[in-house]
């Protein structure tokens, strides 16, 4: 399915900024639901940091999954934005008492717990409110994932979760707390995984801890098994949905859940990665040396995965067929960093020419910043062209 650009309407549009394929968007929710709905207690929640566009969050909460959150802020968007305050859960390392709080009020599902200490200041929040704090304790499984450095999760030198020898002792204090309500565990392993092996070896642990807390006597009503799912950056037409259906069934194969539990899941890329686009107009090419740049309006401000991540995204030219050439597509910024990418093919570039850089509807827009005193980059949805 190849993707189809109204380059006509985007003339007339300030540049950058992102275009955002709602009937793809609807799609890849209509196979998650699908492929979810094979299995029996299988969970989703929408992980708000992918994307936060309101507009996109309003078509996703619509189909009734829940939102998965890790700050007070995008508590507050997701239930502006339609999500049931019963299906959200709250995770991150480091949850201001402000936020704790807004979650308590609004009685979300679940507080997914990484630390005894926050488990301790959770209670005592929860108990001045009158409230029972439902918690998922998350565990760092020490699962590593074939993904780059700062996206892995799991490991045991990550900042994340409990560490698996404090597992016990810190359940059985959550279960002795008054206002604490323990409903389960929480893994991530990281982000942008495409080996389901990475989430086979992550099954086998949680089997393993399960069959060890059944030992003393502890039961766990909820596994959450994060997101990570990645999506095909090279060929974007190709592959325009992720493998739900491989991703599902995996877990489905490895994980052996006990009789009544759910299953929950926090897919947040693979929902709307693909729907998205960067749309920048060329400003100058350059000749330079021994290699041509075509200098575009958007820079590391409007999308940084490429100079955080060193993270690839296919870019193609909207606006002419012309032969083929090699360019470096570099971006405004005052920085050596500010680089879409080096020696990439593409119709030939002239001033004006509108450039899409593909697959770049997750952790583009909500990462983007004001550095150089720069615009933040709107999002557009292809309903409203």
């Known amino acids: 399915m190849k993707e189809t650009f109204p380059t006509d309407k985007f003339r007339n549009i300030e540049t950058p900024f992102y275009y955002y394929d709602c009937d793809l968007l609807r799609k890849t929710l209509h196979v998650i639901q699908e492929e979810a709905r094979k299995y029996e207690g299988y969970l989703v929640h929408y992980a708000i940091k992918a994307n936060a566009n309101k507009k996109v969050l309003n078509l996703i909460s619509q189909t009734g999954i829940g939102a998965d959150c890790v700050s007070g802020g995008e508590i507050q968007r997701c239930l502006e934005s339609g999500f049931p305050a019963d299906k959200v859960v709250f995770a991150g390392v480091g949850k201001a008492d402000w936020e704790i709080n807004l979650g308590l009020d609004n009685d979300i599902f679940c507080f997914n717990v990484e630390s005894k200490e926050e488990l301790e200041i959770i209670n005592e929040l929860a108990q001045k409110r009158g409230k029972i704090a439902s918690v998922c304790l998350r565990i ?61 070896a992550l099954c086998e642990r949680i089997n393993a801890i399960q069959d060890d807390l059944k030992e003393r006597g502890i039961e766990v009503e909820n596994i959450n098994v994060g997101g990570g799912l990645g999506i095909d950056y090279n060929e974007p037409d190709e592959h325009p949905i992720p493998d739900f259906q491989s991703y599902f069934k995996t877990f489905a194969k490895h994980l052996k859940l006990r009789k009544g539990q759910k ?28 290699k041509q740049f075509a200098i575009v309006d958007a820079g590391m401000t409007d999308l940084i995965r490429p100079a955080l991540y060193q993270a690839h995204h296919r870019i193609v030219n909207l606006s002419n067929t012309d032969e083929l050439q090699s360019y470096d597509v570099v971006g405004p910024i005052c920085e050596s960093s500010d680089v879409f990418a080096k020696g990439v093919s593409l119709n030939t570039v002239h001033r004006g020419d509108l450039i899409a850089i593909r697959s770049s509807g997750a952790y583009g827009e ?15 949805m292809s309903d409203e062209l």
């Open 140 to 200: 760092n499984p020490n699962v590593g994932a074939h993904t780059h450095a700062n996206i892995t999760t799991g490991l045991a030198e990550n900042k994340f979760g409990i560490a698996m020898q404090d597992m016990h002792s810190t359940v059985l204090a959550a279960m002795e707390m008054t206002h604490i309500k323990f409903i389960g565990l929480h893994f991530h392993i990281g982000s942008q995984i495409m080996d389901m092996g990475d989430f086979q």
């Open 263 to 290: 299953l929950h899941f926090e897919l947040g890329r693979s929902v709307v990665g693909q729907m998205g686009s960067l749309i920048t107009r060329t400003l100058y090419v350059k000749q330079g040396t021994s």
């Open 366 to 380: 909500i990462m983007a910043s004001q550095y150089n005193c720069r615009k933040l980059p709107i999002g557009y």
